[in-house]
């Protein structure tokens, strides 16, 4: 039995020390002696291949070769420079990548190294599709392979783009930038008040798809432009407007007034809040939302007029202005009483009827009627 073994190693040995081609450089062009020539491809297969004839000699035409993807150098003198004909489109994400690659392999068929600037490529074989594969780690702009010094691919990672402007979020001070290969994003914020974040650094996404930026910048109203840049280069610029936006007051206005929470957008300051009430200035005081304050409302009493409509703006660090919204104290107020004729029928009009469960009117000494609200401001007796 170890004789048989030993037979059919040399047998499998000899398979690839004499399947060797007579082949020899002769000015320029791979001369064979024989009209068929028989070659052993990087994947072990044995090829027998004929030669163009010319003049009554043989030539191999090696560019012309339909496996040239499994050729290896036919000796230590017939050497061929390595070819990458075609390359998938590159992610910036990179990854495995299978492509085709010429003349892959030198005469004792070990694979030719190739590498790029940075690094040198590992290489496999798959059989399944008769391809090399190799990885290549995440990046943007030229990607270049070279074999000895000599290029044999130039081509790129795919182009970043932002089909949609970048989103700001002031209530956690962070801008999102969504698109694809996003790879080396940076951004440079210009604004009237520049904080310190001027060139903050972002979280980029496993995808590239999303990257996202924080900085003490955004978490203020404020008047801002943003340069985008992708993989060192100027994509394109952006501009904001963030002035604050008062929407309602929450809750209700009693006669007594107190602390009233205004919810809008872009309320944070960065210093301090103003406010006026009417043609009264008031206190306010921040939360830790941008889409919230708070605003000490005097009493009516204290505000001295009839206390409905009244206009409340805030100002942010002294120079940004809200729009004006109108609020009243919660109480009714009535505008007219009226007795229809001689009847015992009287109409009271006004407004802010719309808590009150009942009225009465006195029309005369211990003389009561009450009366109940109609679908208007309007009031009428129960008579």
């Known amino acids: 039995m170890k004789v048989i073994y030993i037979y059919l190693l040399l047998l499998l040995v000899c398979k690839f020390l004499f399947v060797k081609s007579s082949c020899s450089i002769n000015v320029g062009k791979i001369e064979c002696k024989n009209e068929f020539e028989t070659f052993l491809l990087y994947n072990e297969t044995v090829v027998n291949v004929k030669m163009d004839t010319n003049g009554g000699k043989y030539y191999f035409n090696a560019l012309e070769f339909p496996y040239k993807n499994l050729l290896c150098d036919l000796n230590i003198l017939i050497k061929f ?44 074989f798959d059989t399944s599709k008769n391809q090399f594969v190799t990885y290549l780690d995440p990046g943007c702009g030229p990607f270049n392979i070279s074999s000895k010094e000599i290029q044999i691919l130039s081509t790129t990672y795919e182009t970043g783009a932002i089909p949609n402007a970048p989103i700001i979020d002031d209530d956690k001070g962070i801008l999102t930038i969504q698109g694809s290969n996003l790879y080396n994003t940076s951004i440079k914020i210009y604004s009237n008040n520049i904080v310190k974040d001027t060139n903050p650094i972002g979280a980029l996404d496993a995808s590239h798809s999303s990257v996202t930026f924080s900085a003490e910048e955004f978490l203020t109203p404020n008047n801002w432009t943003i340069e985008v840049s992708i993989c060192g280069s100027f994509y394109k610029s952006y501009s904001y407007t963030y002035l604050p936006v008062l ?26 809040v103003t406010g006026t009430f009417g043609n009264k200035t008031i206190e306010c005081l921040t939360t830790n939302s941008s889409k919230s304050i708070t605003c000490t409302i005097p009493s009516r009493k204290n505000y001295g007029f009839l206390g409905y409509d009244i206009p409340v703006t805030i100002t942010i660090d002294g120079e940004y202005k809200s729009n004006t919204i109108r609020i009243s104290y919660d109480l009714p107020l009535i505008q007219s009483v009226s007795q229809r004729g001689n009847s015992q029928i009287f109409d009271v009009t006004g407004v802010y009827f719309s808590g009150v469960k009942n009225m009465t009117v006195i029309t005369g000494k211990n003389m009561k009627t009450d009366i109940i609200q109609k679908k208007t401001a309007t009031w009428k007796n129960l008579d």
């Not at 994400?93 to 392999?105: L, M």
């Not at 309602?248 to 944070?268: A, I, P, S």
């Open 81 to 124: 420079t390595p070819e990458i004909p075609s390359f998938p489109n590159i992610p910036t994400t990179g990854g495995e990548f299978g492509f085709t690659f010429n003349f892959p392999c030198d005469y004792k068929r070990k694979l030719k190294q190739i590498q790029t600037e940075k690094t040198l490529l590992s290489l496999s």
């Open 247 to 272: 929407n309602k007051m929450e809750g209700v206005l009693n006669d007594n007034g107190g602390n009233m929470v205004f919810t809008g957008k872009h309320l944070r300051p960065k210093h301090n």
